[in-house]
């Protein structure tokens, strides 16, 4: 079925950046699949503006976050470059060293997802205070930092509600199931990707932009969403972008591991998986920006 034309208010984020100087062939699997991940969370970010008035919850069955059901159709782009990603590492193309070739379809979903995120994250679409102070006109840093946990929680609540509402769909039809570790592996990465542009926005808003240059500040945010804790002063940026095999990406791997193993609770039968997973996913959220900004708000340590 042909999808409606959208209408939507004018953006008030940035479209996806391409990488200036990106170790990935720009036709690689894992690039194309980055690519992919960049412009879902635009897509769900443009869509969901800041100065909405955030009454809704995201956590009911089967409601998806973002206008017209905007989060199952980004959802169903994610899984595909989940998918393409995937195989890519099959064919030895994944830095974090591939698949086997017998164990539940083939692909060991940590290693994909941790090189997944790792690329993505420098293209997402992160707003400078500048932007942000005009995105929400009047309010004090306080404000605005609250309208973005709560808009932000509101998003991965509405990716955790349709994936449920697609795993349960899968319930009434057995062979399907063979795609549930995609749809899952595609929450995951997805909602860290917002979760991290979220880290960065926060950043941004209270001066502590990340030092370096954009792949550099994606890295030490990424680095923040690892360890759910603020980037300090003078830390060196995003080596964590730059290495990989480093032991901030084995932390990054575990962090991603643990993710997936939460979002097990889509996987309920019906549209119950559809509730557990908006709720905790918007728990999860709320959660690594209380901490994160407690850190923002002390003072700075030198």
Do not use: C
């Not at 993505?120 to 006109?137: I, N, T």
């Not at 939460?262 to 996987?267: E, H």
Request: charged fraction near 20%; avoid cysteine; charge should be positive.
């Amino acid at each position: 079925m042909a999808e409606e034309p959208r209408t939507a208010p004018a953006r008030d984020v940035p479209r996806p950046r391409p990488v200036v100087g990106e170790p990935e062939e720009p036709g690689s699997p894992l690039s194309r699949a980055a690519r992919a991940v960049a412009d879902a969370v635009g897509g769900l970010l443009g869509d969901d503006p800041g100065t909405s008035d955030g009454t809704a919850d995201g956590t009911g069955a089967g409601r998806p976050a973002g206008k017209g059901g905007r989060a199952g159709a980004v959802l169903r782009d994610v899984v595909t470059a989940v998918g393409g990603a995937a195989r890519g590492s099959r064919s030895g193309a994944g830095a974090g060293g591939g698949a086997g070739e017998g164990d539940g379809g083939g692909w060991r979903p940590a290693a994909v997802l941790t090189d997944l995120l790792h690329a993505a994250a420098p293209r997402l679409p992160v707003r400078d205070r500048a932007k942000l102070r005009a995105a929400y006109p009047g309010a004090d840093d306080a404000t605005i930092a609250d309208a973005l946990v709560t808009r932000y929680s509101r998003i991965t609540a509405g990716i955790g509600a349709a994936t449920g509402g697609l795993t349960a769909a899968q319930w009434f039809a057995p062979p399907s199931m063979i795609a549930l570790p995609l749809e899952l592996g595609a929450e995951t990465v997805l909602v860290a990707a917002v979760e991290v542009v979220l880290i960065g926005e926060l950043h941004e808003l209270h001066g502590r932009t990340a030092p370096g240059d954009e792949r550099a500040r994606a890295g030490a945010y990424l680095a923040s969403w690892t360890q759910q804790r603020a980037v300090e002063s003078g830390s060196g940026g995003g080596g964590l972008v730059a290495t990989l095999g480093s032991a901030g990406v084995n932390a990054l791997r575990r962090r991603v591991t643990r993710r997936l193993a939460r979002n097990v609770s889509s996987a309920a039968p019906l549209l119950l998986g559809a509730g557990l997973a908006a709720r905790s996913n918007r728990k999860a959220t709320g959660q690594l920006a209380r901490a994160v900004l407690a850190d923002l708000r002390a003072p700075e340590r030198h």
